[in-house]
T-cell receptor, first 116, second 113 residues
Framework: GENVGLHLPTLSVQEGDNSIINCAYS??????FIWYKQESGKGPQFIID?????DKRQGQRVTVLLNKTVKHLSLQIAATQPGDSAVYFC???????????????FGQGTILTVHP | DAGITQSPRYKITETGRQVTLMCHQT?????MFWYRQDLGHGLRLIYY???????DKGEVPDGYVVSRSKTENFPLTLESATRSQTSVYFC????????????FGSGTRLTVV
């Protein structure tokens, strides 16, 4: 079936560096993509989203890039901090069924470790 | 307090027992979801609900039952627990996926022995 996956399962960076987390998806009908951060013992927390008609979206210290040609999504974190250490998931929603909401499909996750 | 809460936080049960995980949200969101999270599989959708009395299967529904008699509650029942259902279970709610995204609860860690 359709799936969303990640290229790298772990990423280690130094505090202050920029981090890039990648994600590949296979469903060309995906309408909407979300990045989540999950800290140990907690549920996923929304970071940033992007619609399929956009290539880039920026938030506070985070940028999401979408390349529909190669079905690739990335999350860039600027000036990474120790508090950014967590598991990061990309997720996609396809509204192909025509419903007013979509079901999230998650990738496997990338563990980001930030060293002081 | 406003938010989405799950209970219990931790649960140990025996194989064959019935167990119910609770989920309650205070936003009156229409949509609610149950996911399970396992190493190597990420989060997988078990069941979802578009509104009270409307539920549908997700990716891995076998062995689970849900109900939604009230908008704010979405309990998940394991009718006869198996060891393969040992997992962390997350409930989520959404007022509309594009505008609000999803908000997740803190999870229930279930161990079936």
């Amino acid at each position: 079936g359709e799936n969303v996956g990640l290229h790298l399962p772990t990423l280690s960076v130094q505090e202050g560096d920029n981090s890039i987390i990648n994600c590949a998806y296979s469903n060309s009908a995906s309408d909407y993509f979300i990045w989540y951060k999950q800290e140990s013992g907690k549920g996923p927390q929304f970071i940033i989203d992007i619609r399929s008609n956009m290539d880039k979206r920026q938030g506070q210290r985070v940028t999401v890039l979408l390349n529909k040609t190669v079905k690739h999504l990335s999350l860039q974190i600027a000036a990474t901090q120790p508090g950014d250490s967590a598991v990061y998931f990309c997720a996609e929603i396809s509204n192909a069924g025509g419903t007013s909401y979509g079901k999230l499909t998650f990738g496997q996750g990338t563990i980001l470790t930030v060293h002081p | 307090d406003a938010g989405i809460t799950q209970s219990p936080r931790y649960k140990i049960t025996e194989t064959g027992r019935q167990v119910t995980l609770m989920c309650h949200q205070t936003w009156s969101h229409s949509y609610m979801f149950w996911y399970r999270q396992d190493l190597g599989h990420g989060l997988r959708l078990i069941y979802y609900s578009a509104a009270a009395d409307i539920t549908d299967k997700g990716e891995v529904p076998d062995g689970y039952v849900v109900s939604r008699s009230k908008t704010e509650n979405f309990p998940l029942t394991l009718e006869s627990a198996t060891r393969s259902q040992t997992s962390v279970y997350f409930c989520a709610s959404s007022g509309g996926f594009e505008v609000y995204g999803y908000t997740f609860g803190s999870g229930t860690r279930l161990t079936v022995v």
